[in-house]
């Protein structure tokens, strides 16, 4: 069974930092692009960063770039999502998403974790 849980989640104050897990079981992750997505209430679901197969590609939303990384770990099956000078704009709901082929596109993910809430105050 296809399984992706996040992890990491929290309240934290404005320009503070969280590091996001992913957790992929079921399934062979290090063939798989991974990508973070956020929803925040009253908004679409956006996409956030992906990263290729191997990790030596990433790419990232203009919202969030030079503030959030992410990486993986296929030996550990895990996805990572740095967040760093969060801001309170960056409060939702934080998913990730798996896809065969690279995109940033939120229809294109083939598996979904269930979120983790990220709060940041003011």
């Known amino acids: 069974q296809v399984q992706l849980v996040e992890s990491g989640g929290g309240l934290v104050q404005a320009g503070g930092s969280l590091r996001l897990s992913c957790a992929a079981s079921?399934?062979?992750?290090?063939?798989?692009?991974m990508g973070w997505f956020r929803h925040a209430p009253g908004k679409e679901r956006d996409w956030v960063a992906t990263?290729?197969?191997?990790?030596?590609?990433?790419n990232y939303a203009d919202s969030v770039k030079d503030r959030f990384t992410i990486s993986r770990d296929n030996a550990k099956n895990t996805v990572y999502l740095w967040l760093n000078s969060l801001k309170p704009e960056d409060t939702a709901v934080y998913y990730c998403?798996?896809?065969?082929?690279?995109?940033?596109?939120?229809?294109?993910?083939?598996?979904w974790g269930q979120g983790t809430q990220v709060t940041v105050s003011s």
């Open positions: 998403a798996a896809v065969w082929k690279y995109t940033i596109r939120v229809a294109e993910y083939d598996y």
């Open positions: 079921g399934f062979t992750l290090n063939v798989y692009k």
């Open positions: 990263i290729s197969s191997n990790g030596g590609l990433t």
